[in-house]
């Protein structure tokens, strides 16, 4: 899909549910960082999205609104496929997160979202928009649930808001 279409494409309540998609999952990292969920073993400053996703297992409730659920259930039963090459090609492959928890599934499959909304060229190869922006409003959902679960997040990511917002 050409540029110019594909912006004409994303007008509106398409385009504002991609920004706050980025805007929560930009602030979300940072929140993680600050209540120490990043990397231990390395000298760059790396969310540990593994860590976290773990320790909120058996906290996280899916079943705590009918949207949340609905979600959860469509991101871990038809997760967003991840680029890969093949045969020297750039294609998007059905790649199955298994891990234990299903939040350790949904960790992978967000940052998967995140990762095709900026460098896997979801939106000029697959011209599937309306499935790719399902799986950004089914992360957003997730993500804006895990925010509030940890205290300590949840305070780094609202107080970094009102700090930003003083008059």
């Known amino acids: 899909m050409p540029y110019h279409r594909l912006l004409a494409a994303l007008k509106d309540d398409k385009m504002l549910l991609i920004n706050e998609f980025i805007f929560t999952f930009m602030r979300f990292e940072y929140a993680l960082k600050g209540s120490q969920y990043f990397m231990a073993n390395s000298t760059d400053a790396k969310a540990d999205w593994g860590r976290f996703s773990t320790d909120i297992s058996l906290t996280f409730d899916k079943n705590k609104s009918t949207h949340l659920r609905q979600s959860v259930d469509f991101l871990l039963n038809d997760p967003p496929e991840k680029q890969v090459i093949d045969n020297g090609s750039l294609v998007f492959s059905n790649v199955l997160s298994q891990y234990p928890y299903d939040t350790q599934n949904l960790d992978v499959y967000i940052r998967r979202v995140r990762n095709n909304l900026f460098h896997g060229s979801k939106f000029t ?40 917002n003083k008059p």
């Open 125 to 164: 190869q697959n011209n599937d928009l309306p499935r790719d922006l399902e799986l950004i409003n089914a992360s957003l959902i997730v993500l804006k649930e895990w925010v509030e679960i940890l205290p300590d997040v949840s305070e780094k990511f609202h107080k970094l808001i009102t700090e930003n």
